[in-house]
């Protein structure tokens, strides 16, 4: 069974940033494509950042040029840097494999804030 462990998230005033940290096991992570998604309050949950075995990227509009998704095999971990952060951004943030299995973690909560 897959198992995500997120981490990183906190308060941040707009334009700051954080990195968030997924520590991924019980899958070949190597070969995954991976992606964080993220729910804000009222809201779907949305994929905002993938990034392929290949190790190719791709990006939502809302956050193309300030996130920026990043993996090492080596330690089954993929992360996401986020910078320029604006308040639409406050969301719970998860790790998963893209498409996702159901085994979600327990998410890290990101609120940007002054």
């Known amino acids: 069974q897959v198992q995500l462990v997120e981490s990183g998230g906190g308060l941040v005033q707009p334009g700051g940033s954080l990195r968030l940290s997924c520590s991924v096991s019980g899958t070949i992570f190597s070969i995954k494509h991976m992606g964080w998604y993220r729910q804000a309050p009222g809201k779907q949950r949305e994929l905002v950042a993938t990034i392929f075995s290949d190790r190719g990227t791709n990006y939502v509009d809302s956050v193309k040029g300030r996130f920026t998704i990043s993996r090492v095999n080596a330690k089954n971990t993929v992360y996401l840097q986020m910078s320029s952060l604006k308040s639409e951004d406050t969301a719970v943030y998860y790790c998963?494999?893209?498409?996702?299995?159901?085994?979600w973690g327990q998410g890290t909560q990101v609120t940007v804030s002054s």
């Open positions: 998963n494999i893209v498409p996702p299995v159901d085994s």
